[in-house]
């Protein structure tokens, strides 16, 4: 089982015909993904061939939902243009739109999360500024690597894109069921929270592995939600413990006011809601081992 996507997920790709999407589909597409189509108003009708595979272009979402049955988008349309490629996914109701595109202005973000939200949450969102999420042996939707990791037994859900490939990596040898990157913007769609919840609810992942970073209370409240509603074993990772205070650094989220959204108090709330929380990255991965043999 896996959460969000599966082997039967039918893929489009917004910005398939760019640079970007071009190399991406490519890369999907040599993972198992089944990706049904891409969207570019200005080339409907044609075809894109991707070593002997034919993927057809349409002009919406609407159409490729209609002629493909499509239920996941992957957003690769530049920043300015991002805003209106994800209210015109979620306006044909698309069931999850992964939007991997880095450099969106907040303000765009917040207004097509707020109009999935007043459309009724049809539509998922993961992202912005994501590597997107991949459920291994299955089907890769967006930028994650395909051949780090295996299928297994443990979720991951991670705010950054770097470590959510080093984390797949480090725990190569176990596996994963799926691994969702959903990115470090201050406004994202699908939070730690909703993915916990769905590993939570997933019989074939026994182990949860959490990466967090400092900014914001996103961390805090997931603490909150494991200690209230998570049965299943938990391991954490916040990254940016030597971060100096009032200084972003890097994601537009990660900024840090006094002890306001530290890494240590982080570490602090989840470990007093019993998650275990390692200060490196391998620390993490020998953590999450430890509590797979307990």
Excluded at 94 to 119: N, Q
Excluded at 248 to 274: D, N, R, W
């Amino acid at each position: 089982m896996a959460i969000f996507l599966t082997k039967d997920s039918k893929v489009i790709v917004q910005g398939m015909t760019g640079a970007t999407g071009m190399k991406h589909t490519k890369l999907m597409l040599g993972d198992g993904t089944n990706i049904v189509g891409g969207v570019n108003p200005r080339k409907a009708g044609t075809e894109v061939d991707f070593d002997g595979t034919a993927v057809p272009v349409f002009g919406s979402v609407a159409d490729a939902m209609e002629k493909t049955g499509a239920d996941v988008t992957v957003v690769f349309v530049p920043p300015a243009f991002a805003k209106a490629a994800v209210v015109e996914a979620i306006d044909a109701g698309i069931g999850l739109a992964i939007v991997i595109t880095e450099g969106i202005a907040v303000h765009d973000s917040a207004a097509f999360w707020a109009y999935a939200k007043a459309k009724g949450n049809k539509t998922r969102i993961i992202g912005p500024n994501c590597p997107g999420l991949i459920t291994p042996g299955q089907s890769n939707a967006g930028i994650i690597p395909g051949d780090i990791t295996k299928p297994g037994r443990i979720g991951l859900v991670s705010k950054s894109g770097t470590l959510t490939y080093q984390m797949m990596y480090e725990l190569r040898d176990i596996g994963f069921s799926s691994c969702v990157g959903i990115g470090g913007d201050p406004v994202i769609g699908t939070t730690h929270i909703d993915a916990l919840a769905a590993f939570e609810a997933d019989p074939d992942t026994d182990l949860i592995v959490m990466i967090g970073e400092i900014g914001g209370d996103a961390e805090e409240r997931a603490a909150d939600f494991i200690k209230a509603n998570v049965t299943k074993p938990v391991v954490g990772y916040v990254a940016g413990f030597t971060a100096p205070e009032g200084k972003t650094m890097g994601h537009a989220g990660a900024i840090v006011s006094g002890s306001s959204g530290t890494a240590q108090a982080k570490k602090e709330a989840l470990e007093a809601a019993g998650v275990k929380v390692g200060k490196t990255p391998s620390e993490t991965a020998r953590l999450a081992r430890a509590a797979l043999s307990a």
